[in-house]
């Protein structure tokens, strides 16, 4: 039986960063509640008016499935532009898209350039 095959996609790649800082103690925690440090998460979207948030896809530290979420941009370090080959997870950013704007084909390379470009700017603010 053949399986479709899909097309690989550009996209924003980051990790989540292994040591984070959280509550009025200061305590250092290893990753998010979602995400295990280190974990590598696919970065789809953006609050750019905000400039602090984006929407990530990643596999969940203790169901090991996809899920995807908004998440702080202070969370994420090693930002950059990767191929992404797994059917899931481009699926899942169609789906974001679709869901959105009515058109999964309005994720490009471009947009994906675009929330590198954009985000590391906003280390800044």
Same mark, same amino acid.
């Given at each position: 039986?053949?399986? +479709?095959?899909? !097309? +690989?996609?550009?996209?924003?790649?980051? /990790?989540?960063?292994?040591?984070?800082?959280?509550?009025?103690?200061?305590?250092?925690? /290893?990753?998010?509640?979602?995400?295990?440090?280190?974990?590598?998460?696919?970065?789809?979207?953006?609050?750019?008016?905000?400039?602090? !948030? %984006?929407?990530?896809?990643?596999?969940?530290?203790?169901?090991?499935?996809?899920?995807?979420i908004d998440l702080n941009h202070?969370?994420?370090?090693?930002?950059?532009?990767?191929? %992404?080959?797994?059917?899931?997870?481009? !699926?899942?950013?169609?789906?974001?898209?679709? !869901?959105?704007?009515?058109?999964?084909?309005?994720y490009s390379e471009d947009y994906?350039?675009?929330? %590198?470009?954009?985000?590391?700017?906003?280390?800044?603010?």
């Open positions: 039986m053949d399986t +479709p095959s899909i !097309s +690989p996609i550009w996209c924003a790649v980051a /990790n989540i960063k292994k040591e984070i800082v959280s509550g009025e103690e200061h305590q250092i925690k /290893n990753g998010t509640k979602h995400f295990r440090g280190g974990a590598i998460i696919y970065v789809i979207d953006a609050y750019w008016g905000m400039c602090n !948030s %984006v929407t990530v896809i990643g596999h969940h530290r203790k169901t090991g499935r996809f899920i995807t202070s969370r994420l370090e090693k930002l950059r532009l990767d191929l %992404v080959y797994s059917p899931t997870v481009i !699926s899942l950013i169609y789906r974001h898209f679709d !869901s959105k704007w009515g058109d999964k084909l309005c994906a350039k675009k929330i %590198v470009e954009g985000v590391s700017l906003w280390e800044d603010y």
